[in-house]
């Protein structure tokens, strides 16, 4: 199994520019989320999903859309990116309510920047 | 708002000496989880402990958890120079079950 896998891992964009990271997990998890990274900050949740075609709102949701088509995927879109914006983001996934699991699995990460 | 405050926020210990992080929190939780973050890599789940549950042991760590303090502790043994890595706490809130909610980390250093 590959587990959670991002992306891409490494991205600059110019303010204004639109992108989308993708995050896909072989788990058969129910749950996905994507966080932020800033130093000194830990992880902020941006988005989550508790089940395909389902999204919600985190704690640092503006300026981030987000979409669960398939189960296995979780996309993150950004369409006008701004330099507060420059951070690095994990995806994870978590298998969901059944069986009282909360660990989650993280990706490996994509490092953007926004000049 | 981060929920988990960690102290201290960077530790630098020689190898074969314990290392002890210490995590505070703001409400009721369902259980508490220490994560750890080698440098540029995800994060990887070490250990959970439930709310009702006051101290839990794997292997070289031993967490703790005071929810009358609102406050856990995590315990290396016998560190090794690979422990050296960023911790963190993230607590499940009651209520919120879906989510995780972390705190800044601590950084530990294990020097040879």
């Known amino acids: 199994n590959a587990g959670v896998t991002q992306t891409p891992k490494f991205r600059v964009l110019k303010t204004g520019q639109s992108m989308t990271l993708l995050c896909a997990q072989d788990m058969n998890h129910e749950y996905m989320y994507w966080y932020r990274q800033d130093p000194g900050m830990g992880l902020r949740l941006i988005h989550y999903s508790v089940g395909e075609g389902t999204t919600a709102k985190g704690e640092v949701p503006d300026g981030y859309n987000v979409s669960r088509l398939k189960k296995q995927n979780f996309l993150l879109g950004l369409e006008s990116a701004a330099p507060s914006q420059t951070s690095v983001y994990f995806c994870?996934?978590?298998?969901?309510?059944?069986?009282?699991?909360?660990?989650?699995?993280f990706g490996p990460g994509t490092r953007l920047t926004v000049t | 708002s981060q929920q988990g405050e960690e102290d201290p926020q960077a530790l630098s210990i020689q190898e074969g000496e314990n290392a002890t992080m210490n995590c505070s929190y703001k409400t009721s939780i369902n259980n508490l989880q220490w994560y750890r973050q080698n440098s540029g890599r995800g994060l990887v789940h070490l250990i959970l402990?439930?709310?009702?549950?006051r101290e839990k042991h794997s292997g070289r760590l031993r967490v703790t958890l005071d929810t009358s303090k609102k406050s856990s502790s995590l315990l290396i043994t016998a560190s090794r120079a690979a422990d050296t890595a960023s911790y963190f706490c993230?607590?499940?809130?009651?209520?919120?079950?879906?989510?995780?909610?972390f705190g800044t980390g601590t950084r530990l250093q294990v020097t040879l």
């Open positions: 402990i439930r709310s009702n549950e």
């Open positions: 994870a996934s978590r298998l969901g309510s059944s069986g009282r699991s909360y660990e989650q699995y």
């Open positions: 993230a607590t499940v809130n009651t209520g919120t079950a879906s989510k995780l909610t």
